[in-house]
Nanobody
Framework: QVRMAESGGGLVQAGGSMRLSCATS????????TGWFRQGPGKEREFVAA????????DYADSVKGRFTISRDNAKNTVYLQMNTLKPEDTAVYYC?????????????WGQGTQVTVSS
């Protein structure tokens, strides 16, 4: 079973930056893309960004396009999310998971998530 471990969250002021990491271990899904998702207070979990296995194709939600950058280092089994120009509405618990398009992969699992809080 694949295991996901998110880290790097914390408290930041609006306009600041933060980098999240997603370390994968266990029996990974072959050639699967990886996505970042988030769940804000009182909201449903939503898609943020995704990257294919090779790291050559990226997709972003409109709300983060131009501010967030997803990348991966397969040698380290880690996917990153660089977040710049953060806004209070980016406050959420951020999760990574194997993905298909903008949806979680049905065979994937969720980590514990990492809390990102953006103060105004």
């Amino acid at each position: 079973q694949v295991r996901m471990a998110e880290s790097g969250g914390g408290l930041v002021q609006a306009g600041g930056s933060m980098r999240l990491s997603c370390a994968t271990s266990g029996r990974t899904i072959s050639n699967a893309a990886t996505g970042w998702f988030r769940q804000g207070p009182g909201k449903e979990r939503e898609f943020v960004a995704a990257i294919n296995w090779r790291g050559t194709l990226m997709d972003y939600a409109d709300s983060v396009k131009g501010r967030f950058t997803i990348s991966r280092d397969n040698a380290k089994n880690t996917v990153y999310l660089q977040m710049n120009t953060l806004k209070p509405e980016d406050t959420a618990v951020y999760y990574c998971a194997a993905s298909i398009g903008r949806r979680p992969h049905p065979e994937g699992t969720w980590g514990q998530g990492t809390q990102v809080t953006v103060s105004s």
